[in-house]
């Protein structure tokens, strides 16, 4: 497997994303050395915050692999993932992540994740956006379903 190849790719995609009004990010994922889903930052073409390019490409790749188990794949991504695409990523069970640019370089360029990472770790009440837990009578009710279920497929 060449890495320095992948990244180059993902590299490429962010480079001609920027050029076609995009943001500066590109995601390519692989499995047995085979591209298998690629994505670009599509969040201003598209008005959706969460299309970064790591999501994009989990995407396209779970599209073409007909699964949302990429086990045995990894990302290579041309910044270090913020915090919503390292969960995709985790979610999706990808194995591993190889990154071009740190955060800092993407912060440098005006994207601020770092206040999320800060935000996760705090405490609910301590959070910059209000996170209210509701009591609910009712609130139990579809886990329960989802344990009394026999066919179901855990993700």
Known sequence: MSIEKF??????LASDNVSS?????????????VTIGEGVNL????????????????RNASKNVSSF???GSIIFCSSEPCPMC???IYWSKIDSIYFANDRSVA????????????????????????????????AHS???????KSDKMMY
């Open 107 to 138: 912060a440098d360029a005006g994207f601020q994740d770092e206040f999320i990472y800060q935000e996760i770790v705090r405490p609910l009440a301590l959070r910059q956006k209000s996170i209210i837990k509701i009591n609910n009578s009712n």
């Open 86 to 88: 390292l969960s995709a």
């Open 142 to 148: 579809p886990f329960r379903m989802w344990n009394d």
């Open 21 to 33: 009004g995009g943001g500066p990010f590109g995601a390519v994922i692989v499995k047995n050395n």
């Open 7 to 12: 990244i180059e790719r993902a590299l490429e």
């Open 69 to 71: 188990d990429l086990s």
């Open 43 to 58: 969040v201003l073409q598209t008005n959706d915050p969460t299309a970064h390019a790591e999501v994009v490409a989990i």
